[in-house]
């Protein structure tokens, strides 16, 4: 099994920044793509910002040049800065990763327990 562990949400002042960490463990052989995704009530869970694990990275149009997506491949973790926040940011934050366990090198996607960001106008 694998477990991915979120931290870092809270609440923030718009034009605030916060960093969300992702920390990935258990039985992996390989992560190719980390990312974050967000939902808010009644809407689908939407991807915010993803990265394979040779860097290449991508954004929504709606956190373009504000937000940051990063990971360090040796310890199976993926940030999130985000800066400039904006009340419409406010959502639920889930890490995800596409991981390859060695078991049976069949990829598959974990999800973290979400961390909730809010931002005040």
């Known amino acids: 099994q694998v477990q991915l562990v979120e931290s870092g949400g809270g609440l923030v002042q718009a034009g605030g920044s916060l960093r969300l960490s992702c920390a990935a463990s258990?039985?992996?052989?390989?992560?190719?793509?980390m990312g974050w995704y967000r939902q808010t009530p009644g809407k689908q869970r939407e991807l915010v910002a993803s990265?394979?694990?040779?860097?290449?990275?991508k954004y929504a149009d709606s956190v373009k040049g504000r937000f940051t997506i990063s990971r360090v491949n040796a310890k199976n973790t993926v940030y999130l800065q985000m800066n400039s926040l904006k009340p419409e940011d406010t959502a639920v934050y889930y890490c995800?990763?596409?991981?390859?366990?060695?078991?049976?090198?069949?990829?598959?996607?974990?999800w973290g327990q979400g961390t909730q960001v809010t931002v005040s106008s």
């Open positions: 258990g039985s992996i052989f390989r992560i190719n793509a």
């Open positions: 990265i394979t694990s040779g860097g290449n990275t």
């Open positions: 995800n990763a596409v991981v390859v366990p060695p078991a049976t090198l069949v990829v598959r996607d974990y």
